[in-house]
């Protein structure tokens, strides 16, 4: 069923589907890093004094350590929990946000965080570069591409698209690997971060809210 035809209770019950599936991922993460490191194991992002950033600037809570991740966990529970359902679509959402920056941190602190072509976490240097770039004009806005295009063609207008408008893209998931081919049709005038794989496409809200 197509997104367009669905009413608001199922599309409510999809969005809530998918971030108990999310949550699911976070524990067993946590899990895994809480029996390698221990709960005293620091964790956070490297080249920024705000950790974690999104989890931060959404709720206020610093996340320090992994112990700190349980309370996290059960924020999102909560919100999955609340009952008003014009308010289950946007709990999930954020339910969903803060649990992948949580799986997002913890991939950084076993060491498996991505390597070369992708960018990864957007430091707060590169921040605040990108935010003078954005406040003068240079940059006119960013644009967020995910998953993949079905031909090459439709790849080559979106990036047309950007060259003439001077748009900053943040890349995640297949269209990373379509977009790392050192082809300049694809990046002649045009600035990629290719940030990564699935729960690194957190970084784009993060890079909004700050």
């Not at 809480?34 to 490297?46: C, K, N, Q, V």
């Not at 995910?146 to 439709?154: E, M, Q, R, T, Y």
């Amino acid at each position: 069923m197509r997104a367009s035809g669905m009413n608001a209770d199922s599309l409510a019950k999809l969005g809530v589907s998918g971030a108990e599936e999310i949550l699911r991922l976070a524990k067993k993460e946590l899990k895994e890093a809480s029996r390698r490191l221990g709960e005293e194991a620091a964790i956070t992002f490297p080249g920024t004094i705000y950790s974690l950033p999104l989890i931060y600037g959404l709720t206020g809570r610093k996340v320090e350590k992994l112990k700190d991740l349980n309370e996290i966990l059960n924020l999102c529970n909560s919100l999955l929990a609340k009952e008003e359902p014009e308010g289950k679509l946007f709990n999930a959402g954020l339910a969903s946000l803060m649990a992948l920056e949580l799986v997002e941190g913890l991939r950084y602190a076993l060491d498996k965080k991505p390597g070369p072509p992708c960018a990864g976490f957007i430091t707060d240097l590169t921040f605040r570069e990108l935010s003078l770039e954005l406040a003068d004009g240079t940059i006119p806005g960013v644009a967020v591409i995910v998953g993949s295009a079905k031909a090459d063609p439709l790849v080559e207008e979106l990036i047309k698209e950007g060259q003439e408008g001077g748009l900053l893209f943040l890349v995640a998931g297949s269209m990373v690997a379509i977009l790392d081919v050192g082809d300049d049709r694809f990046h002649d005038g045009v600035s990629f971060a290719l940030v990564g794989g699935v729960s690194i496409q957190l970084h784009r809200p993060a890079f909004v809210i700050f």
